[in-house]
């Protein structure tokens, strides 16, 4: 009996041991710190998959230390409120286009002109360089850190009805992204402008709530806007950006080291993302046309020319303006 007993404990001790063997690996290989990223997309959308990416990229440069848990399709609330939620350390990550950061400095909105940009080449040499860090800089006393830029797409004018030349958007009820930049210019070609956030944008145009809206083949094609507007006008009138927001106060956190890695990770998911969403704009606008989108290509002169006087709205930009201008 005594026999019997000895085995029993020594089974137990046994047992014991593994388990607690296993729950120190399982403890070791867990993340210290788990960063909560939100965007607006789906899953298949390019900024989900760059998002990933960093994601990936930033667990390997810590050994697993740092993972980041991602919410696509807006679980965490739109552009909007995914930006506040960031700049009042209630989120950790987030992406927005650019003109959701003019609430928190103005400024911003230079990035937002109409065809202040004339390639992708040229946009990177702007966003990545001091003039990029001067732009975006400013967020920082806000509580945002712009960790890096995605490609937001080659925008142009999508419509329920046609549209080939600037006279024909006066009158139209057209949807901008809320800034006030993209506002003006709407103004400016005699539109009925309607700021609105992207997730009302299906239901208006197949209500009929708006007739247009500036948007790019990647969200029109994987938000099936296509269904509800038959029309492209591809004017190209806006190379948008789709800044990485990280709270400061969570980076600030962070050893130099593990800074070090979340600025390498990011840049590298930025190169890696901005790469194939060029690509994807490229396929999505072949599955547009194939699919009964109506594509016109108009003179981009006479759009430049239609929009050219809402920088004069913004003097105070206009030694940035030629800033950038120059990296051409």
């Known amino acids: 009996m005594a026999r019997r007993t000895s085995v029993l404990l020594v089974a137990v ?67 909007t409120q995914l930006a506040q939620m960031v700049a009042a350390n209630q989120l950790d990550v987030c992406l927005v286009w650019q003109g959701v950061l003019e609430s928190f400095e103005s ?4 990035v937002s002109l109409p065809y202040i940009f004339d390639s992708w080449e040229h946009t990177w040499k702007v966003v990545d360089g ?60 005699g539109s ?16 009929g709530a708006i007739d247009a809206q500036i948007q790019g083949p990647i969200n029109v094609r994987k938000s099936k806007h296509y269904e509800v507007a038959k029309f492209t006008c591809q004017n190209e009138i806006h190379y948008l950006l789709e800044p990485m927001l990280m709270s400061a106060k969570t980076f600030k956190a962070l050893s130099a080291e593990d800074q070090k890695a979340v600025l390498e990770a990011a840049k590298e998911a930025a190169e890696w993302q901005r790469a ?31 929009v050219m006087p809402v920088y004069d709205k913004y003097p105070q930009w206009k030694e940035m303006v030629e800033k950038i201008n120059k990296l051409k």
């Not at 994601?55 to 991602?70: C, S, Y």
């Not at 956030?197 to 197949?206: H, I, K, N, R, W």
């Open 107 to 110: 400024n911003v909105g230079v």
């Open 13 to 79: 001790f046994v047992f014991c041991a593994v388990l607690g063997m296993a729950f120190v690996s399982q403890r070791a290989d867990a993340a210290e710190i788990k960063l909560r990223a939100g965007h607006e997309m789906p899953e298949n959308h390019p900024y989900h998959l760059g998002t990933v990416r960093f994601g990936e990229l930033l667990k390997e440069k810590t050994n697993g230390r740092i993972e980041v848990v991602v919410y696509p399709n807006g679980q965490l609330g739109n552009q």
């Open 276 to 306: 194939e969403a060029e690509k994807e704009d490229t396929s999505d606008t072949a599955f547009l046309k194939e699919n009964g989108m109506h594509y016109f290509v108009p003179d981009k002169d006479e759009w430049r020319a239609a």
């Open 192 to 207: 009925v402008v309607t700021p609105m956030a992207f997730g009302e944008v299906y239901s208006a145009l197949q209500l």
């Open 130 to 189: 001091e003039l990029g860090q001067a732009i975006f800089a400013p967020l920082e006393a806000k509580g945002i850190k712009v960790i890096t830029v995605f490609n937001n797409g080659l925008y142009n004018v999508v419509s329920r009805v046609p549209v080939k030349t600037p006279e024909d958007m006066k009158g139209i009820k057209l949807r901008v992204q809320p800034s006030a930049v993209f506002v003006e210019t709407g103004g400016m070609l």
